[in-house]
């Protein structure tokens, strides 16, 4: 099997999984700037096709869309893919160093916590909810 072609079939499961759980793909740092200049808050997660991204990330987000505190926006911008649309967001990441796959929680376009690599790598999706879920109840309601 080619190389490419595999990581391309990877790449596209990765962005389904998102759009299908109705997360809203930013590809572009115009998309970037437009959804993060809105009043309101907004969910972004930073997509990777690593196996805590698959595993862990997209399915805790997915989990969210269904969580009681609703975000405004739930979006995603995929590291290593789409870069210049990552740039821009983790622009407005101020405070924390770049990490995929993470999670951040912005309200009227300010950064208001992270859930990062470190945060999602080698725990359960459970345990990943679970701060998510504290996170919205946090700077959500």
Do not use: W
């Amino acid at each position: 099997m080619d190389f490419q072609l595999f990581m391309n079939d990877v790449v596209q499961t990765a962005r389904k999984d998102m759009t299908e759980a109705g997360y809203t793909e930013l590809t572009t740092p115009e998309q970037v700037e437009d959804v993060f200049s809105k009043e309101g808050t907004t969910i972004v997660l930073i997509n990777s096709v690593c196996g805590c991204a698959g595993g862990i990330a997209r399915p805790s987000a997915h989990y969210m869309k269904n969580y009681e505190v609703k975000a405004d926006n739930y979006v995603t911008v995929f590291a290593g893919q789409d870069r210049e649309a990552t740039a821009k967001a983790r622009e407005y990441f101020e405070g924390y160093e770049p990490s995929s796959p993470s999670f951040a929680l912005l309200k009227d376009g300010k950064i208001q916590t992270m859930l990062e690599r470190h945060d999602i790598e080698g725990h359960e999706p459970i345990e990943v909810v679970a701060n998510l879920e504290k996170a919205f109840d946090t700077y959500f309601k």
